[in-house]
Each structure stands twice: as C-alpha cells, then as structure tokens.
C-alpha cells in the first residue's frame, strides 16, 4: 500500500484477569503512492518467482522478495512478502567476514520458503491486491516502447496510467496495436496479432540508441529493510 509502519515489538500487555495494561500505539507514515508501491510489488514477483529469487518460490502461495549481499560478499539477505506475512533472512557471521558465495548463494533463499511454507499452510492462495490508476502495457524489451505485431522479445509490465510509454516501438516496423496498452491481467491476449509471451529478462542485445549492452544481472542489492 506505500505506508510505512514504525517497528514495534508488542501489540498490548494484558494483566492475569485480562485487563490492558499497556497498549503500544501503531504510528504509520505513507511514504509511496498506492500505485508506487503496486508497481513495486509487480517488479519482486517478478524476481520471486522466475528471477534470482527462484529458488526462494513458496510452493501454494503468491510471493514477491528480493536477494541481497553487501560489500565483499560479507551478508546474504532475502527479504519476501505474501498477500499475508512478510519474511526476512539474514546469514553471515557475527563478526563480519566474507561468506563464500558459492557455498551460501542461495540459504537465505532456502531458510526463507522452508518457514513460509509452512506458516502458510491452509492459507488461500490469492493474489496482490492491483491499485487504481495503474494499466498493464506489452513493451518492447528491446527499446522499452509499446510493442508491435513484429516485435519478438516481448514482456507485459505494469505503469501508472498517466506514464505508460508514449510511442510504439521505432526498431522493428509492423504496424501499431492499439489493442496492447490496454490489455487487462486475466485477458485472452492470444487474440492480439503478434502476441507472444515471454519470460522477464535482461535483454543480452545491444539497444539502438545505447552504445554499451546492458550488463547481465548480478547478485547484488542493499538489502530491504521492510515494505
């Protein structure tokens, strides 16, 4: 939702006979948009569940999270929320010291969906509630524009209504496809001319206004303090 939630270790203190003793006041602060914070949420379901966070996958519930490590390799984090609880990871060492990648990439990945797994036991599946004011749009991920009938490396992503990319695609001819921008999750996109579907990915060829290719996905990130 964008709000930001003041930590606190306890609800309510309560005495042998029921009665409140103490009762912590809840202080919450928005700090994104409610389309920020959808947007955001899209993009780490994306890497939960096909990204660098694969490995991470809750077996019968909707997740999105992110990896992370910090300098010289000396934490591994995962940090990932449900439609129901958040989780966090951390592995290293007290004393901080380098943690051998190759033989740690992935605990915090694993720790992470062995608890949650089972803390979601009999839970619905369900998905992240969608804002207002947001519209899936099929682009490009070779130029970032909206994709059309010709363009092959394809992917639907999700923008605000009022900064959904202004032009269709100038690298790769065909005609436009006014139908694609506004394409609405659950839609039978397969009847758009030129629609294929194809995994999230950082594209390995060069952009034709860039002259240096994107750089392949590393495992580094800050790690996520909360939502």
């Not at 919450?28 to 996958?57: H, N, P, Y």
């Not at 380098?98 to 915090?108: D, E, H, L």
């Not at 629609?195 to 952009?207: A, C, G, I, K, R």
Request: glycine letters at 10%; proline letters at 9%; aromatic letters at 8%.
């Amino acid at each position: 939702k964008g709000i930001y939630t003041k930590p606190y270790m306890y609800t309510k203190v309560l005495d042998k006979s029921g009665n409140i003793i103490l009762e912590k006041e809840i202080v919450t602060q928005r700090v994104f948009s409610e389309q920020t914070a959808g947007i955001m949420t899209s993009v780490l379901v994306t890497t939960a569940e096909g990204g660098l966070g694969i490995s991470a996958k809750l077996n019968n519930m909707t997740a999105a999270g992110k990896t992370g490590t910090t300098n010289e390799d000396k934490d591994r984090w995962y940090v990932g929320y449900t439609p129901y609880y958040v989780g966090a990871v951390w592995y290293g060492y007290d004393e901080p010291k380098t943690v051998p990648y190759s033989q740690t990439s992935i605990v915090a990945h694993k720790l992470f969906k062995s608890v949650m797994n089972d803390v979601h036991v009999g839970l619905k599946n369900k998905p992240f509630p969608e804002p207002d004011g947001v519209k899936w749009v099929t682009v490009c991920q070779d130029s970032g524009e909206i994709a059309k009938d010709t363009c092959e490396n394809t992917t639907y992503e999700l923008f605000k209504s009022n900064m959904v990319p202004g032009k269709s695609c100038t690298g790769h001819g065909g005609i436009d496809n006014p139908n694609r921008p506004n394409y609405q999750p659950g839609e039978n996109i397969t009847q758009y001319p030129g629609v294929t579907t194809h995994p999230v990915s950082t594209p390995d060829v060069q952009l034709p206004d860039s002259p240096v290719a994107p750089p392949p996905p590393r495992h580094t990130a800050a790690p996520i303090i909360g939502r």
